[in-house]
């Protein structure tokens, strides 16, 4: 293990000295594959919707999300500040370039991006950034059944999302016998939209900060098959209650 560490520190040197002199960029395809690496997460459950396809074309709109998808399902609330530190810009910087991308294949995932983006900012309590780009998300014009919808194993990093994860495998554990299982890893029901997860992270921020609800928060929540919507819908009433207060 010592070994390991030390081995660690001196990539992370490198990588250091090669960003600051230019030689490497943060999209650098050995740099998302170190920290990948090392923060690395034991994956239990996965999405039975979200496993797309690799592409390793960086002119690919969708490289960049696919990239992003892989350095955030490393996230949890096991990993450090240290290692969230690392991978937040590799994942904050994928997620910007995606929106970038003038293509037919970025606009109907831009919400998506956007509430990543978001939870990125709200797990750094960086609430003013995070209410735009929720806000933007809820918005959105674009039709319901043409969105992207988000992963949910991709959000564990967000406590009430992976306590969600959690209580939705036991739950799958106890109760179905017939509970899939494809090397030893569950899969799950993960599918969250972008509009309800944008509610959710900006009650969140409303009702801590005691503020009005007049930016739309908690509004006009439309139905859905989604279970991980419904879960997460059941934490923001509590929270629209409560502003209404």
């Known amino acids: 293990m010592c070994f390991k560490y030390y081995a660690c520190l001196l990539y ?7 960003l600051s002199t230019g030689e490497i960029s943060w999209d650098c395809n050995l740099l998302v594959e170190f920290a990948n690496d090392i923060s690395s997460q034991s994956k239990i459950t996965r999405s039975q919707y979200h496993n797309f396809p690799k592409t390793y074309r960086p002119q690919s709109s969708r490289y960049h999300l696919i990239q992003a998808h892989s350095l955030m ?9 240290s290692e969230f530190q690392l ?4 994942s904050k910087e994928f997620l ?3 929106l970038e991308a003038d293509s ?3 606009k ?6 956007l509430a990543y983006l978001a939870a990125f900012y709200f797990a750094s309590e960086e609430y003013k950034q995070t209410i735009q780009f929720c806000s933007t998300v809820i918005t959105d014009q674009t039709a319901q059944e043409e969105k992207e919808t988000l992963n949910a194993g991709c959000l564990l990093f967000i406590d009430d999302i992976a306590r969600i994860v959690g209580l939705c495998a036991l739950h799958k554990k106890i109760i179905d ?7 030893r890893k569950i899969y799950l029901e993960l599918r969250l939209s972008p509009e309800v997860f944008a509610h959710y992270l900006g009650l969140s921020i409303l009702s801590t900060e005691s503020r009005s609800t007049n930016l739309g928060f908690g509004r006009d929540l439309y139905d859905s098959s989604f279970p991980m919507d419904n879960n997460v819908k059941a934490l923001i009433m509590p929270k629209c209650r409560l502003l209404l207060k």
């Open 12 to 18: 992370s040197l490198q990588f250091a000295y090669s």
């Open 73 to 81: 399902e490393n996230l949890a609330g096991l990993n450090n500040n």
């Open 87 to 90: 991978v937040s810009p590799r």
């Open 96 to 98: 910007r370039k995606f």
């Open 104 to 106: 037919s294949e970025s």
């Open 108 to 113: 109907c995932v831009t919400s998506a991006a």
């Open 177 to 183: 016998n017939n509970l899939l299982y494809v090397g």
